[in-house]
């Protein structure tokens, strides 16, 4: 096990807090560190927030008025522009026209394209974007 410097004082890395999955991703969210966990065809999402002060990691079941954009090379956290949009990741996949996303609520995938909408259990038969990030525009 490796160590990592937290409040100034060398300790042991956090343990992993899900085994199995085929994706991880890192992301910063109101001021809290996430890990982001995806298994096989996205059957499974789990997400966990460091404790700084134990360095255990807490499962996280919502993301409040907070929506995730996870790419390979990137995530990052923004506070929902719509209520629609809260309590999301999105994610570089498409079904149909549409861009996917999965609901902490509802715990499915989710895909919207104009007239056409869905929901899937997991992003089998989905499409991935594979050179793919987001962009947040700043019109100020």
């Known amino acids: ?10 300790s042991k890395t956090p343990p992993t807090p899900c085994k199995s999955f085929n994706r991880n991703f890192l992301a910063e969210c109101d001021g809290k560190l996430l890990s982001i966990f995806i298994t096989d ?40 522009e719509t209520p629609k949009m809260e309590d999301k990741i999105y994610l570089p996949r498409f079904c149909e026209q549409g861009i996917v996303s999965y609901s902490l609520a509802s715990g499915m995938y989710h895909y919207s394209s104009g007239s056409e909408e869905g929901s899937l259990k997991d992003y089998y038969g989905t499409r991935e974007q594979l050179s793919s990030g987001w962009v947040v525009p700043r019109w100020h």
């Open 41 to 80: 065809l996205g059957k499974r999402v789990e997400i966990f927030k460091l404790n700084r002060s134990t360095l255990v990691w807490e499962r996280v079941h919502s993301l409040g008025n907070h929506t995730l954009y996870i790419s390979h090379s990137s995530a990052l956290s923004i506070q929902a």
């Open 1 to 10: 096990m490796t160590t990592m410097v937290a409040a100034g004082k060398f």
